[in-house]
T-cell receptor, first 114, second 114 residues
Framework: DAGVTQSPTHLIKTRGQQVTLRCSPKSGHDTVSWYQQALGQGPQFIFQYYEEEERQRGNFPDRFSGHQFPNYSSELNVNALLLGDSALYLC?????????????FGPGTRLTVL | AQSVTQLGSHVSVSEGALVLLRCNYSSSVPPYLFWYVQYPNQGLQLLLKYTSAATLVKGINGFEAEFKKSETSFHLTKPSAHMSDAAEYFCAVSGSGGSYIPTFGRGTSLIVHP
């Protein structure tokens, strides 16, 4: 049973560019959440997708957008990249957007903005 | 609002010694509490989860945590540290205000000396 997978593993971009990160949830999971983890910090919630809709959103600007596909996989898009967007981006899946559901994390995508 | 405070950004122990990582939470309702471990350049792995079934929760790799409502604490312990336990540990809380999204602490880096 494959766990949560993310691609690419690493990415280097320059300021002002756009980036797309991809995530496939664990088998049987239909809810995907995205987190940003800056160096030395805990993960910060970006948004959550369920039934192809954004259900909840954290305190991130509109430059951060996402999408969920019918097969439950998801993309995170970041426009007009800033140096401060450099971080590890984590995708997590869960069996549903229920209270207390355990989130299972992927290995992350390391984004470096130069 | 919910929040988590992890006391000590770094904890250093000798191999074979007791591991104690501290976590205090703030939540307006009985919470769900989690401990995750993150090894270098990897995503987060669930160690254990509190769901009110029992105050002492046993997890993987010999770790356990005790929920103490009166102290609003959920400290993580392991009787005997192994070198392989060296990693970053995150405490998280969810369930407050109808939010399904866990709020993470800033993490504690566990250093194990031979």
């Amino acid at each position: 049973d494959a766990g949560v997978t993310q691609s690419p593993t690493h990415l280097i971009k320059t300021r002002g560019q756009q980036v797309t990160l991809r995530c496939s949830p664990k088998s049987g999971h239909d809810t995907v959440s995205w987190y940003q983890q800056a160096l030395g910090q805990g993960p910060q919630f970006i948004f959550q997708y369920y039934e192809e809709e954004e259900r909840q959103r954290g305190n991130f600007p509109d430059r951060f957008s996402g999408h969920q596909f019918p097969n439950y996989s998801s993309e995170l898009n970041v426009n007009a990249l800033l140096l401060g967007d450099s971080a590890l981006y984590l995708c997590a899946s869960s069996p549903g957007p229920q209270e207390g559901d355990t989130q299972y994390f992927g290995p992350g995508t390391r984004l470096t903005v130069l | 609002a919910q929040s988590v405070t992890q006391l000590g950004s770094h904890v250093s122990v000798s191999e074979g010694a007791l591991v104690l990582l501290r976590c205090n939470y703030s939540s307006s309702v009985p919470p769900y509490l989690f401990w995750y471990v993150q090894y270098p350049n990897q995503g987060l792995q669930l160690l254990l989860k509190y769901t009110s079934a029992a105050t002492l929760v046993k997890g993987i790799n010999g770790f356990e945590a005790e929920f103490k409502k009166s102290e609003t604490s959920f400290h993580l312990t392991k009787p005997s540290a192994h070198m392989s336990d060296a990693a970053e540990y995150f405490c998280a809380v969810s369930g407050s205000g109808g939010s399904y999204i866990p709020t993470f602490g800033r993490g504690t880096s566990l250093i194990v000396h031979p």
